[in-house]
């Protein structure tokens, strides 16, 4: 059934009217909510919408015009309140990194439907035609939400967002309950309410950058360094990172520093100002002595072993028995883990712990994960052997 909602709202432009439905909000059981944000060329992502649905009505909040919205934070820490949202690890990111506030209290209709069989991650709009029989229309792949005022369409996209979630969870509750899995689904709500969730680390993407690895000490002090300039310069003018500097340029610059300032100043793959505007900073980067902090940081980078043919086959084959496990279970294996996370259990055996991913597994398949790096298999009396 295709719908196109025609559902009432009160838009809320003014301090004093936010706080004052926040305090009928605060007495209510739940509310479902979802954002609307602009990140691109911007450090600091630019909030532009939040969108409520409640017991007592729909609600849209505009954060352009009101500035304090310690009434809406208040709601979202409070425990007493259930918070439903659909991919809400991004709203509640946006809200950590610009409030300092955590959610309490959760339950996200995106992790619950990879609970029940589900891809992970899957679109709003597919888990509810599947679920509740709805098919909304498709919604704007890049608006420009900060714009003022808003159209019928945005208004109408945004709210649509919102006014199924609690019906949307109804559904997907009461299947977890019966199948004895909402246990295990609150394991991944409970990580939304930490803090580590959303951290960032100023030295991640210098730390898997691949080129890292080959490179002298000296050299990877400067490429730590250079990434983090890279994000205080992008954060005091508030621009995003490629407007500071581009990717493409930094492990070229990185791999010529060495040569000197003839290398960079010449280099016909840079741009042409390149080195009349961070000529200076860069050299300073790279002379500069060297921190403990900066050596500590050092020890954290990815240990990387090469993978013969016979080690990636054994995995990938354990792997596909993973995926088979998480398909007769009804489970996205995404959500178990990635494939990529096969190579943690060869440094670490005991990362997967002894939480609903063990449960999943069983005990055969988290013993062999365990002992991934001395596996092989074999084929004997027409049997294929994984031992």
């Known amino acids: 059934m295709a719908v196109s909602i025609e559902e009432d709202y009160v838009f809320i432009r003014e301090e004093s009217h936010l706080e004052e439905i926040c305090e009928q909000l605060k007495s ?30 729909c609600f849209l909040v505009d954060p352009i015009a009101v500035k304090d919205l310690k009434p809406f934070l208040d709601l979202i820490e409070d425990p007493a309140i259930l918070k439903i949202t659909h991919a809400g690890e991004n709203d509640y990111r946006l809200i950590y990194q610009q409030f300092n506030v955590l959610p309490k209290n959760v339950f996200d209709t995106q992790i619950a439907a990879g609970f029940l069989g589900y891809n992970y991650p899957t679109a709003f709009r597919k ?16 608006a420009v939400w900060d714009q003022r005022p808003l159209s019928e369409k945005h208004i109408q996209y945004a709210l649509n967002d919102v006014i199924f979630l609690k019906e949307l969870y109804d559904k997907l509750h009461g299947k977890l309950v019966s199948r004895k899995r909402l246990e295990w689904c609150e394991e991944e709500f409970a990580k939304m309410e930490t803090s580590k969730s959303y951290r960032t680390d100023v030295y ?21 360094r250079l990434y ?3 994000i205080d310069e992008a954060k005091k003018k508030d621009y995003s990172k490629e407007m500071i500097l581009s990717s493409k340029y930094i492990n070229l610059i990185v791999k010529n ?13 840079l741009p042409k100002n390149f080195y009349n505007r961070y000529g200076l900073t860069i050299k300073k980067l790279y002379e500069q002595p060297v921190k403990k902090e900066e050596e500590d940081v050092l020890t954290r980078i990815p240990r990387k072993h090469d993978v013969s043919p016979e080690e990636d086959i054994t995995h990938s084959i354990l792997y596909a028995l993973v995926k088979r496990k998480c398909y007769t279970e009804g489970i996205s294996q995404n959500l178990v ?3 990529s996370a096969m190579s943690k259990f060869k440094f670490d055996p005991d990362w997967l712990g ?22 092989v298999y074999e084929f004997a009396d027409g049997q294929f052997i994984l031992k």
């Open 127 to 142: 888990i509810m035609d599947k679920e509740l029989g709805i098919r909304l229309k498709k919604g704007f792949a890049v």
């Open 28 to 57: 209510q059981p739940w509310i479902g909510f979802d954002t609307e944000f602009i990140g691109e060329k911007r450090f600091f992502t630019l909030l532009c919408l939040i969108q409520i649905n409640s017991p007592i009505g």
């Open 204 to 224: 991640a993407e210098a730390l898997n950058n691949n080129m890292i690895l080959h490179l002298s000490k000296r050299e990877q002090i400067f490429m730590l």
């Open 337 to 339: 883990f990635p494939k």
């Open 354 to 375: 002894n939480g609903w991913r063990a449960k999943i597994l069983g005990k055969e398949l988290v013993h062999l994960c365990k002992r991934i790096g001395s596996l």
């Open 228 to 230: 983090k300039w890279r």
């Open 257 to 269: 520093i060495k040569q000197g300032e003839a290398a960079l100043k010449n280099n016909r793959l």
